[in-house]
């Protein structure tokens, strides 16, 4: 059943295990980075960012980069993500659009994210492949679900990342058709973050800080195909053949994931039932 799934045959092309640099040689590292943009405080009923932000990042507003791209997709490009600094301070607010054109991103632009592993009773874990509708990384395999915590005040609360958690069950819900009931956000893990930035092609990319969230529990599915092409349960040594398949670019693997593969994820999986000793909400690991 997994081979099946597997027979895809493109090139994934992205900025593996990129380091975020910033456009003036600064020492120090990351902690010595930071961002060259003002954001005002988003008030009640405002969804604008400074005029100072809206030209540095100049917006792209260029009507044709979503002419040939999905309806329904490019209708979530209107979304409001959360805009943060490297150390994952909140600093406002900006279109799912402008947040994932290259243009704004090689300037710094940076928001927050999410991916969620969920694995069954016999601890496998749930895979997707992403549909070709997909405005950035289209038809790659990746984790249970992938996507970002909303500019809104239930999404926003930072408390032991209940907001980011709070935004997983929703896209849970969307993505996979998994009722809301059966993934409670209190039932989720929030381990720790990673920090990374990708291209996906010449004008889509990411650049997040990626909160990584486990659960282990049976749950009901009924994908959406607008986000998901297909989907399947994998064991350890399944999703092992799968990273190696990619190695041989025999299929696409998104890069967010691999960079989660190929660092925590076996050793996590290894413990399901003790996820607490792993739990690093100090850090954020830059991939």
Excluded at 38 to 53: L, M
Excluded at 93 to 110: E, R, V
Excluded at 148 to 174: F, M, N, Y
Aim: negative net charge.
């Amino acid at each position: 059943m997994v081979r099946g799934v597997w027979a895809v045959l493109r090139v994934v092309s992205y900025e593996g295990a990129a380091v975020w640099k910033s456009n003036r040689p600064r020492a120090g590292g990351f902690a010595a980075l930071r961002l060259r943009c003002t954001y005002e405080p988003i008030t009640s009923g405002s969804r604008a960012i400074s005029s100072k932000a809206g030209a540095l990042w100049s917006a792209d507003r260029m009507p044709e980069v979503t002419d040939h791209l999905d309806e329904k997709q490019v209708r979530l490009l209107s979304e409001m993500c959360i805009v943060i600094d490297e150390n994952d301070s909140k600093i406002g607010a900006d279109t799912k659009k402008n947040c994932h054109l290259n243009s704004n991103i090689d300037k710094g632009l940076l928001h927050r994210a999410f991916s969620v592993f969920i694995f069954n009773g016999e601890e496998k874990l749930l895979l997707q492949q992403r549909s070709d509708a997909k405005i950035t990384f289209p038809g790659c395999f990746t984790n249970t679900c992938c996507s970002h915590p909303l500019h809104t005040d239930s999404e926003l609360e930072e408390k032991e990342a209940i907001g980011v958690r709070r935004a997983a069950q929703r896209r849970l819900q969307a993505e996979l058709g998994i009722p809301m009931e059966q993934v409670k956000p209190d039932e989720m893990t929030y381990l720790t973050r990673i920090h990374y930035k990708a291209q996906s092609d010449g004008v889509w990319g990411e650049h997040e800080i990626d909160y990584i969230l486990f659960m282990q529990k049976n749950v009901e599915l009924s994908p959406d195909p607008n986000e998901i092409k297909t989907h399947c349960y994998v064991s350890k040594e399944e999703m092992k053949e799968l990273l190696e398949k990619a190695k041989r670019k025999e299929v696409e693997i998104t890069p967010w994931f691999s960079l989660i593969a190929e660092t925590f994820l076996f050793k996590w999986w290894d413990d399901l039932q003790n996820l607490k000793k792993f739990m690093d909400h100090d850090n954020i690991h830059r991939m």
